[in-house]
Nanobody, 124 residues
Framework: VQLQASGGGLVQAGGSLRLSCTTS????????MGWFRQTPGKEREFVSA???????IYATSVKGRFTISRDNAKSTVYLQMSNLKPEDTAVYYC???????????????????WGQGTLVTVSS
């Protein structure tokens, strides 16, 4: 199983980025997909998740600015990030979970597979 995150980069505050996470080796449609982020010295933080039934949840800090979506035909999950703020700076990770209920998708321990991370830097 491989998860490959991409799309990170340097952007000014107020700008936008779209992250992609392409998967292989798993039946993508059967997995809930999540995005987490982490900065040095801090725990991995939940950002957003989409269940295999397309139920969507967001962290309060990104609600209204980020949009998660999935394309089962491409085995890919996306995170459209808009109105970015310096505090969004982090390494962003995608992950796959076999939990069905979105309640469980907020917790990183409930994920089976992880990508390598992509760095997002937002300058002020």
């Amino acid at each position: 199983v491989q998860l490959q995150a991409s799309g990170g980069g340097l952007v000014q505050a107020g700008g936008s980025l779209r992250l992609s996470c392409t998967t292989s080796g798993l039946t993508f449609s059967r997995y809930g997909m999540g995005w987490f982020r982490q900065t040095p010295g801090k725990e991995r933080e939940f950002v957003s998740a989409i269940s295999r039934d397309n139920e969507i949840i967001y962290a309060t800090s990104v609600k209204g600015r980020f949009t998660i979506s999935r394309d089962n035909a491409k085995s890919t999950v996306y995170l459209q990030m808009s109105n970015l703020k310096p505090e969004d700076t982090a390494v962003y990770y995608c992950a796959a979970s076999d939990y069905v209920n979105t309640y469980f998708l907020r917790t990183h321990a409930n994920y089976n597979y992880w990508g390598q991370g992509t760095l997002v830097t937002v300058s002020s």
